[in-house]
């Protein structure tokens, strides 16, 4: 498969127009939930996106990307800013939701959002940057350590709501 060049890709904060394409990415990329294309489709429509949407804009420490090939947006990440007391108030960036369009996987857009990411992350000051990939997910695991994270922690989590 052909390498994207960076310069092919156009790096962009995500619009309210973006929300179903965003919604589907993710869905594409879901590993506890496989749907077909046109359930993804169709769920890509519900409202609760268009909402959580609002929610990440309106917050200054959050910001959603996408990224662009030939006009298409093939692949996004959410990155939220954390302010914090930990390590002399070191400010930490998490990143979150990192989804490459199925059909464009393998082409190096994964690792042109993440040097993204990091610019924009340093940018505004921060000292470390973290992500969490879910444990079925060994092929990002390999793409995470190859960009140079380390897993350091183990991670927990508990649902509040469905």
Known sequence: MTKTDASEI???????A??????ELIMHGASVQKRTPDEIAAEAQDPVYLKAFEAVSANPYNTLFVAELEGRVVGTYQITVLP???????????????????????????????????????????????????????????????????????????????
Not at 18 to 23: G, I, Y
Not at 129 to 153: C, I, M, N
């Open 10 to 16: 156009r790096m962009r904060e995500a619009v309210k």
């Open 18 to 23: 973006d929300v179903p394409r965003v919604a």
């Open 84 to 162: 914090g007391m930990a390590e002399r108030g070191r400010i930490r960036a998490k990143i979150e939701s990192v989804h490459v369009a199925p059909e464009t996987r393998g082409r190096g857009i994964g690792a042109i959002m993440m040097r993204h990411a990091i610019a924009f992350a340093a940018e505004k000051g921060v000292g470390l940057v973290e992500l969490t990939s879910h444990k079925a997910r060994p092929d990002a695991h390999r793409f995470y350590s190859g960009l140079g994270f380390v897993q350091s922690h183990e991670g927990f989590k508990m649902a509040l709501s469905p």
